[in-house]
């Protein structure tokens, strides 16, 4: 798999930022501005990098949980870096 932009994880991880601990965010392309191939390959790749504290995947439909450390570090490097 290809890397997903710097901006569609800034999207993504953004979004999940503003979650409380037991709320899961639905992912849905059109609310965050992305192509649905972009969202789900951008999804794909913070899940498997253990961005998120909890996630769901159902035929091809994400949702995600709080960001995990990992996920907050992600976050600054990419706004920052």
Do not use: W
């Not at 569609?8 to 059109?30: E, F, K, R, V, Y």
């Amino acid at each position: 798999m290809l890397n997903p932009s710097k901006s569609d994880c800034i999207t993504i991880l953004s979004a999940a930022s503003q979650l409380a601990d037991d709320s899961m965010l639905p992912l849905d392309h059109g609310h965050l501005g992305l192509s649905r191939n972009c969202m789900l390959a951008t999804a794909a790749f913070l899940v498997e990098r253990a961005c998120f504290r909890r996630y769901q995947e159902d035929d091809g439909h994400y949702a995600v949980g709080a960001l995990s450390l990992q996920g907050r570090l992600r976050l600054d490097q990419l706004s920052n870096g």
